[in-house]
């Protein structure tokens, strides 16, 4: 296990905003230079407007200039280990991640590389040709 990441997914869903769901998730994602982003799920009275725990640690990463990522862990308080959504695994497939750490509260993980998660997933490299 990823203990590093798991730690700091934890704390990032204490930040959670889940209102609505009462679903708090956490999610951290490493640089290939082992810098660490965290997010959480924020949600939204327009749902269509929440976003994703994943998403949130991705995109806080690209915004401070860090364009290659490598592993990332998401974490909720469920029975068996979180897995992202379909939106979330895309945006995993486009910046280049390549293994995900699911885990719930109680540190049951399941790792999984990005190719098992979205084994039909398209990059940037089909619009390149």
């Keep these: 296990m990823d203990q590093e990441l798991f730690a700091a997914a934890m704390s990032a869903r204490q930040n959670a905003y889940a209102p609505y769901s009462k679903f708090a998730v956490g999610a951290a994602v490493r640089a290939i230079d082992g810098t660490v982003f965290t997010g959480c799920n924020i949600e939204n009275a327009s749902y269509g407007l929440s976003i994703c725990a994943e998403r949130v640690a991705i995109f806080t990463a690209i915004s401070r200039g860090y364009f290659q990522l490598e592993v990332l862990c998401v974490v909720a308080d469920t029975a068996e280990p979180l897995a992202p959504c379909g939106a979330c695994r895309q945006v995993m497939l486009e910046f280049h991640i390549k293994e995900v750490w699911l885990m719930n509260c109680a540190g049951a993980y399941r ?19």
């Design 111 to 129: 790792k999984m590389k990005m190719t098992e998660l979205l084994p039909v997933g398209f990059g940037p490299e089909v619009l390149e040709k």
